[in-house]
């Protein structure tokens, strides 16, 4: 299947994504205004423009509208605050269901930006709002039970283990088991899972770790680094590991191809690259079956993303112009 029946095909899906859905703040601020403050002489940050997107399983949500699926929705958690407002507002904009979120007491996960409006480059630490605990019993079992009531109504999951603290996360180990019985349950459907630092605990799905990630997963799994035997561990139909400019490792099976990445001279943000690889990925291997197809058309997708700044997206128009 050639890469535009492969998009025409993807404007009928129906994609549930599900995970850590996080605000990206993008905040430019002016050194000029770097006076210190009256009452503690501290210098301040002035922030004289904000732009929010939605990140982290946001940011798949948005590369997977961006790519012109037919419907996206999002399952997580969100804050009842002002920056859960924003989120909210940033997803629903780009056309993304937010009937599935949840709202509670927890802060909004947000990474605020920090840009320096003279050169554009992001020179200051990032403020970032995390939940530390994990989630309360009654959110994690409403979050169980609307992922095991939605997942017949979707072609393709996809699960975004983002949070990099130890608890915190949607995705406790309840959520995972509920992942693994939606997959066992309608096998017909992608489910794709993208974790960075518990990718070793799932079960029965796609797992797409980038190369770090899946040797970290692998020593804590099994003391060593061996991706076919990590792909066992996890009884997975395939192990999907990205190797930036070099490529995707598909792991199966029967064997272990290489999927070459499009070469690009001089990318300008390479954020948000695995996101948009798996959103073209999980949603090409949903109409072709074929994942080595798959795997190059989420090549094609991220090597258009990475040409811009901060998380990216492609449209089918731009795929089409480069393929």
Request: aromatic fraction near 4%; include cysteine.
């Amino acid at each position: 299947m050639n890469v535009p029946a492969i998009l025409e095909r993807i404007r009928s899906l129906r994609v549930l994504v599900a995970g850590d859905v996080c605000l990206d703040r993008w905040c430019r601020y002016d050194p000029a205004l770097a006076e210190p403050s009256r009452e503690t002489g501290i210098p301040r940050i002035a922030a004289v423009a904000t732009e929010v997107t939605p990140g982290a399983a946001g940011t798949v949500a948005n590369n997977l509208a961006a790519l012109g699926a037919g419907r996206v929705d999002v399952l997580g958690v969100i804050g009842d605050d002002g920056f859960g407002y924003e989120l909210r507002r940033a997803l629903e904009a780009r056309g993304i269901g937010t009937e599935l979120l949840l709202t509670a007491t927890v802060p909004t996960f947000t990474y605020t930006k920090l840009l320096n409006c003279g050169t554009g480059e992001e020179d200051l630490p990032r403020l970032d709002f995390v939940n530390t605990r994990p989630p309360a019993a009654e959110v994690e079992r409403e979050l169980v039970k609307r992922l095991e009531r939605a997942a017949a109504s979707y072609d393709a999951i996809l699960i975004s283990d983002q949070a990099e603290t130890e608890t915190g996360g949607v995705i406790t180990a309840a959520v995972r088991n509920a992942v693994t019985r939606a997959a066992a349950a309608h096998p017909e459907a992608v489910v794709w899972v993208d974790s960075r630092m518990r990718a070793e605990h799932f079960r029965g799905v796609i797992v797409k770790p980038n190369r770090r990630e899946a040797e970290e997963a692998s020593r804590r799994a099994l003391g060593r680094v061996d991706f076919p035997a990590l792909r066992a561990h996890l009884e997975a139909p395939l192990l999907i590991v990205t190797h930036g400019s070099e490529g995707a490792e598909l792991i199966g099976p029967t064997g272990t191809r290489w999927a070459a990445a499009r070469r690009v001279e001089q990318p300008v943000d390479i954020c948000g690259a695995g996101d948009s690889f798996s959103a073209g990925a999980a949603l090409a291997l949903r109409v072709t079956g074929d994942a080595m197809a798959a795997a190059e058309f989420g090549n094609l997708v991220a090597s258009i993303t990475i040409m811009k700044k901060g998380t990216g997206t492609a449209s089918p128009e731009e795929i089409l112009a480069k393929c």
